[in-house]
């Protein structure tokens, strides 16, 4: 049967010379990229590395990340792409949690790697720079001899696992969320349809691809055999030149990067003209900033909220001035509930937690079969985010059930406080939490990042927040300016580390 693992063998029949990757020094095309895939497909079969075997990825993005992506779907093998940020304790965890043989890295985490190692059933170690030691073998010695022809002989099917995708763990111990061959051929056809993906696309990715919603540009662009273009790091002078330089037509944002872009100083609609499709995901983006960014370049810009575990809504580019407060609606064949503690469905406008059903959806956390029990009912996802529909079924995004603070008994939501502070003409970033207080259980407390060559003290901020704010039980005790946030390697502000921090400066 098809699967996604045949997608580069027909663009290499039909687009062979059309552009597939660009990366760094690299310009591959789909003939050039696939040889690539089969020789290291090849390789990882020669090595023992059967249909399910594990493979476990500690890399930056680099091209031979892409490589095993599509080797791993090729032959059959489950791919577990793994933090940069991970130490050898949690690595180890992780690796023997997911039963990993196969592991590639690179030079700069090659000792990490190696201490975790020790502890784990490892067979091969493969490292795609630098000099080898420890046992690693270097990435072109690795597939150095093998045939470039198409792989043949395995047989895959819907259900067989193509990926171990793990939590970050912000919320406590990460959980190993599996997508399976049709999940991700999913990704490749429904989101090529929301996100109006064409052969003639072009797509630019700046954030880490070892995060899962770096799959929702990645699997339509390969699918309709557009050009993929990735850079090692976001900085946004190069995404800029990038765009303008390449003609880039689709990109998603985390919303950070879309600050950074409506801070950048040369920026221009001109140089951002080709732009199909500017998405923010991975947290709420507030209505001021997505209302800057459809002045910037008007009608190009979605917004989705979205799962791991496979649940989304979008945002629609046509729908954006109408309903530019909610975080869309479901796509075709994907279903929304609103429900109470006790699981039954809410009125329009009242606010409960977000529960869903789509074909994205995971089978299940890898080996968690009692918190895959907790997580999915009856087949609906219980999200454990916070929201409510509007007549027309667009979802009002409230907050997460995690991040919500009850003070003096009364529930306060962050993301209401956040859209008020990010109105200030000097805030470029705002996080908003709860911390301990003896008389109210919990108070809010407000960080910022300042936009460049902007000042405010403390005081006068904490001030105007508090004069703005709708209710009193919204004002926050008080306000800290930082130069950065923590954040995931996929770009998410960290609450909790900045939480944890709070009562100890």
Known sequence: MPHIGNLLERHATYRANHTAVVFEDHRLSYRDFNQRVNRLGHALQADGLGKGGKVASVLPNALELLDFYWACAAIGAVMVPLSPLLQPAGLVKLLVRAGVKTVVTCQAYLDVVLEAAKDTDLKRLIVIDGTPKGGAMLYNDFVSGHPDHAITNVVIGDDDLYNIIYSSGTTGEPKGIQHTHFIRSMYCTLFSQAFRFTPESVTLHTGAIIFNGAFVPLMPTFYNGGTYIMHKAFHIGDVVDTIEREKVTHIMMVPAQIQALLDYPDVQTEKLKSLEMIMSVGAPLPVQHKEALDRLIPGRFYEMYGLTEGFVTILDKMDFRKKSGSVGSCPPFFDIRICDEKGNDLPVGE?????????????????????????????????????????????????????????????????????????????????????????????????????????????????????????????VKEVRIMEDFPRSVAGKTLKREMRDQWGKK
Request: glycine share 8%; hydrophobic share 40%; aromatic share 10%.
């Open 351 to 475: 606010v409960g937690e977000i529960v869903g059903r789509s074909p994205i959806m995971t089978p299940g956390y890898y080996n968690m079969d009692e918190l895959t029990a907790q997580t999915i009912k009856d087949g609906w996802l219980f999200t454990g985010d916070l929201g409510y529909l509007d007549e027309d079924r667009y979802l009002y995004l409230v907050d997460r059930k995690k991040d919500m603070i009850i003070s003096g008994g009364v529930n306060v939501y962050p993301k209401d406080i956040e859209e008020v502070v990010a109105r200030h003409e000097a805030v470029s970033e705002v996080a908003v939490f709860g911390v301990a207080d003896d008389k109210w259980g919990e108070t809010p407390v407000c960080a910022v990042i300042l936009k460049r060559r902007k000042q405010i003290s403390t005081d006068d901020l904490k001030g105007w927040i508090n004069e703005n704010v709708e209710a009193k039980f919204q004002r």
